[in-house]
C-alpha cells in the first residue's frame, strides 16, 4: 500500500493536512488505530478509517454509520491516509481538494474478527470489532458489485447485533468531537472557515440553539437538502 495518491490530491503548503512524509512507525505492539472524521466537504460525509499495514484503510459514508443492525450504510473505498491523519481536525482551505471542515467524530481502536485480514480484505467481507468512544462491539464491511466507475470501491458498513447494536441515531445524539468537544460550526470558526456552510453538517436544533442570529428558514432549508442526498 502507498501514500501516492492520498499525496497526489493535495497541496501540502495549503491544506494543513498532514503530508505524510515523516513515515511515522507505530510501536508494532500498540494497537490498531480507529477514527471516523466527519467531513462537511462538497457533501456532508464520515470517514471511516482503519489502520492496516502503516496507513489507513478509508472509506467515506455519505450517512455516517448506523448503530441498527437492519440498516446497510454505503462506504466507497477511498485512498489510504497517512496514520498521522487520524488526529487531523481542522478546516481544509476552499478550492483544495476535500476543502471544507473536518472532525474527529470517533476515535479508539480496532481488532480484527478474522485470521487473516488481507485474505478478508481480498474477499470484501471484513469483520471487526471496535473499540471507539461512540463506536464499539462487532461490525462487518462488505464490498458490493457496485457498478461503472465505482465498481470495487462500494462496500457496505454494517453493525453485527450484540449488546451495542441500538436504534439511536447516534450521529444525531452525539455530533461533538471525541477530542475537542466542538461541533463543525465551532472548527470552521476557529479555522477560519466557512462557518454557515460548517453548521449545516451539525444537528439543526443544536446549531439555532447556539447562534440565534442564524435565520430558522435557512437552517430548515439547508437540513432538508442535507436529507436528501
Ligand atoms: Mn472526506
Redesign the pocket.
Known amino acids: 500500500m502507498t501514500l501516492e495518491d492520498y499525496k497526489k490530491k493535495r497541496r501540502f503548503g495549503i491544506t494543513p493536512e498532514p503530508s505524510g512524509k515523516s513515515g511515522a512507525q507505530k510501536n508494532r505492539d500498540s494497537n490498531l488505530a480507529y477514527v471516523i472524521?466527519k467531513?462537511r466537504?462538497t457533501q456532508l460525509?464520515y470517514?471511516f478509517r482503519l489502520e492496516w499495514h502503516g496507513t489507513l484503510l478509508s472509506w467515506?459514508v455519505p450517512k455516517g454509520p448506523s448503530l441498527d443492525p437492519s440498516v446497510k450504510r454505503l462506504a466507497m473505498q477511498v485512498e489510504d491516509h497517512p496514520v498521522e491523519y487520524a488526529s487531523f481536525e481542522g478546516v481544509i482551505p476552499e478550492g483544495e481538494y476535500?476543502g471544507g471542515t473536518v472532525m474527529v467524530w470517533d476515535s479508539g481502536d480496532w481488532e480484527p474478527e478474522v485470521e487473516d485480514v488481507d485474505a478478508a480484505l481480498q474477499k470484501g467481507d471484513l469483520k471487526f470489532t471496535l473499540h471507539g468512544k461512540k463506536l464499539k462491539g462487532s461490525w462487518v464491511l462488505v464490498r458490493t458489485h457496485g457498478y461503472g466507475s465505482s465498481s470495487g470501491k462500494s462496500w457496505l458498513l454494517i453493525k453485527h447485533r450484540d449488546q451495542y447494536a441500538s436504534t439511536r441515531d447516534v450521529g444525531t445524539e452525539e455530533p461533538r468531537s471525541v477530542s475537542s468537544k466542538r461541533l463543525l460550526a465551532d472548527i470552521a470558526r476557529d479555522g477560519g472557515g466557512d462557518v454557515e456552510k460548517a453548521a449545516t453538517g451539525d444537528p439543526a436544533a443544536k446549531s439555532a440553539k447556539r447562534s440565534p442570529a442564524v435565520n430558522p428558514k435557512r437552517a430548515s432549508a439547508s437540513s432538508k437538502r442535507r436529507t436528501r442526498t
Open positions: 472524521q467531513h466537504a460525509h470517514d467515506a476535500g
